[in-house]
């Protein structure tokens, strides 16, 4: 699989942001996860949510709490595939300010004080498309972002974003589902770079979670077609959870379970209290722990 | 125009469900192999005879197809211009066009296989038709209403039970149709082995825009037939009202290649397009995505949808079908609006001349009837699609009206 070389000439839209960045920070992560011999853990939390401070500040927490990749969601009105908790999160967002511009900004501060951790957007098209699609990927480049996740771009949409994200060197990381079939899977992957993201169950996120068997079985078939880095989402909820999907997989994506834990600190007004951030990056202590502590398997 | 005019309005959409830029399939990818199945499926059966014959039934013997084109007598005296004709697509089972896609899309669920049905409805119109479709299939069905909505149609959520179907209220977002069909997607996602999701407009991932369209075209077909009769030729002028734009792809699609024939859509312009409510998402909304389709809608600069308002629960919806923002570019069809109280002057006007209580969705395009048929001499005609009744409106049009009930 080839991926475009974020050490090439066009790496330089990284201007001036701290320190400058080794070149693939995903594919460097996995890789260097690979040799220590475990997974990843993959954190998300929604711009913005509950405030653009709060949010910052357990950004800037979270490599130090244990996270391996950062997921940011962009906040959207109308978010398809995501259960009550994300729809929420993203309506406290846009009400707190959030625009798609407001998150890269937020990653350009992130990024000066850390060079290392993959960034990637999680989102919608809409936002992207009404920022205007190769601005947005340049743009996002320049700010340290490292990959794309736009759930409403299947492959046969992609042409729309494809040749943007590659311009900029953008990976853009592709959701495989359990009804995504065998005839299909190459289809889907071959436009795929960075990792492979699972959606370990036919359904929204934060809803239900995917039998040990299932995934057993499902990760071996995606494998059998790609030698990307795969990542199990959707439904991981527990450190226990968390440590399994890593061991079968090559990483474990917890969204939903943080940003219920970061809801239930807010206040009555749905505002941030002092200790939001530290119980949100506890939990990703927590988290962190059982994945560091599960080896996976030769 | 600046763009090149086709040689066919009638070709579309092409492999990739675009009509020009907009359709497509831009859906989650748990559901993309599930929408190339409905597509499949969809191009199986159209071209099975005993499949069109048995839908061709259906609307014979339980909608009362073909729906009589009535001469509006009163009305066109009244106006004083154009004779003014009502497709009488209210004298529908069900009280409303929406049956006739209804029925093609159950036939089509069966013919797949799928044992449960989940459909969105703003005003109730397409819950009810779904509802009575589903109960005549013995399937279970969910219906998804906005929480405001159900408020405000209270007859027809009434209606639905009593079908047997089951009401989930949607509180997410405004609670109106654009919330109800994001739950719809998300109860889709979550239950792809079983269940067929129903769409009741020409929206959504293709081939829905498609499929309604092709099934609610035997409107404008029978329009075509029963003018030819009655008049010896085409019809002027089409006019009828756009929420997400069913009932008028379904009149005009069979006429988009006769040039003389000019199309009238009329979109809500709730308390005014120059206020921020209304559900005028060609005349004042701009390209984006949502719900599977590239179309226009109501956004604001950042590409948050915004809020559509609407007297009209039917209307009230901030995006339209892709085939209606293509042919909006191009300039085949004009799309008009007509304000809340407009339609409720319409509303009124319609039931007083012509002894018909019209649904508040045609009353917008009977608003725009008003405006057009005293410019227009004695010997055009105008052919409006008098897409549903009123019944399930006299209660909020009575609350408008300052009347108890």
């Known amino acids: ?298 | 125009m600046s763009k090149p005019l086709p040689n066919s309005f009638r070709q579309g959409p092409d492999a990739r469900g675009r009509f020009g830029e907009f359709g497509g399939r831009f859906v989650a990818e748990t559901l993309m192999p599930l929408i190339l199945e409905v597509e499949r499926a969809y191009d199986e059966a159209k071209r099975d005879a005993a499949f069109m014959a048995e839908w061709r039934r259906l609307l014979a013997h339980y909608v009362g197809r073909p729906s009589p084109l009535w001469f509006a007598e009163r009305l066109t005296r009244h106006l004083g211009g154009a004779k003014v004709y009502f497709k009488r697509d209210e004298l529908n089972h069900t009280g409303a066009h929406k049956i006739n896609a209804v029925l093609g899309q159950i036939l089509l669920a069966k013919r797949m296989g799928k044992r449960r049905i989940i459909a969105e409805t703003g005003a109730g119109q397409h819950g009810v038709a779904t509802a009575t479709a589903c109960a005549l299939f013995d399937l279970p069905c969910t219906v998804f209403m906005g929480a405001t909505d159900v408020e405000r149609q209270q007859p027809n959520v009434f209606r639905m039970k009593l079908l047997g179907a089951e009401i989930r209220p949607v509180t997410s977002g405004a609670a109106t149709l654009k919330d109800a069909m994001n739950e719809a997607l998300r109860d889709w996602v979550a239950n792809v082995a079983d269940t067929y999701y129903c769409i009741g407009t020409v929206a959504g991932p293709h081939p829905y825009p498609m499929m309604v369209r092709d099934f609610q075209s035997v409107i404008g077909e029978e329009v075509r037939a029963q003018l030819e009769a009655a008049e010896g030729r085409l019809p002027d002028a089409l006019v009828a009202a756009i929420g997400g734009g069913s009932n008028a792809m379904g009149l005009f699609f069979p006429f988009l290649d006769d040039p003389s024939v000019r199309m009238f859509g009329v979109e809500a312009a709730g308390r005014g397009v120059e206020t921020e409510e209304h559900a005028a998402s060609l005349s004042r909304g701009r390209p984006g995505v949502l719900h599977g389709n590239r179309t226009y809608l109501l956004q604001d600069g950042d590409g948050q949808i915004r809020e559509a308002h609407s007297i009209s629960a039917g209307l009230d919806y901030p995006g339209v079908g892709p085939e209606h923002a293509w042919l909006h570019e191009l300039g085949r069809v004009e799309y008009v609006s007509a304000t809340d109280e407009e339609a409720l002057a319409a509303f009124q006007l319609c039931a007083r001349l012509e002894g018909i209580i019209p649904a508040l969705e045609p009353a917008h395009a009977l608003a725009h009837v008003v405006r057009l048929a005293p410019t227009l001499p004695e010997d055009r005609i105008i052919v409006m699609n008098l897409c549903g009744r009123g019944d399930k409106d006299i209660f909020a049009v009575a609350r408008h009206l300052g009347v108890e009930m």
Request: charge should be neutral; hydrophobic fraction near 45%; aromatic fraction near 4%.
């Open chain 1, 1 to 298: 699989m080839s991926r475009p070389d974020r050490g090439a000439p066009q790496a330089s839209g990284e201007r001036g942001a701290g320190p400058t960045a080794p070149a693939g920070r995903i594919a460097a992560r996995f890789a260097a996860l690979q040799r220590e011999g475990r997974g990843a853990l993959v954190t998300y939390l929604q711009a913005y949510d509950p405030d653009r401070e709060t949010s910052l500040a357990i950004l800037r927490g979270l490599p130090e709490a244990g996270a391996d990749v950062i997921e940011i969601g962009v906040p959207f009105t109308d978010p398809m595939a995501d259960g009550p908790s994300i729809q929420r999160a993203a309506l406290r967002a846009l009400k707190a300010g959030a625009t798609l511009a407001g998150v890269l900004g937020m990653v350009r501060e992130f990024r000066a004080g850390d060079a290392a951790t993959p960034v990637v957007l999680m989102g919608y098209y809409n936002p992207i498309f009404a920022y205007g699609v190769a601005r947005f990927c340049a743009d996002a480049a320049a700010a340290g972002v490292d990959g794309l996740i736009v759930v409403d771009v299947p492959p046969e949409e992609a042409d729309e974003i494809e040749p943007h994200a590659k311009a900029a060197g953008l990976d853009l990381i592709r959701l495989v589902a359990p009804t995504t079939d065998e005839a299909r899977l190459p289809r889907v992957l071959a436009a795929t770079s960075g990792f492979v993201y699972y959606v370990s169950i036919t359904g929204i996120t934060g809803t239900r979670s995917a039998t040990r068997e299932a995934l057993a079985a499902a990760i071996p078939r995606i494998r059998r077609h790609t030698g990307l880095p795969l990542a199990i989402g959707f439904g991981i909820r527990t450190p226990q959870q968390a440590a399994e999907a890593a061991r079968l997989a090559d990483g474990a994506v917890v969204g939903t379970a943080l940003v219920d834990t970061l809801a239930a600190s807010l206040d009555e007004q749905g505002r941030a209290r002092p200790d939001t951030s530290r119980q949100v990056l506890d939990q990703v202590r927590g988290l962190a722990l059982a994945v560091r502590g599960a080896r996976q398997a030769g």
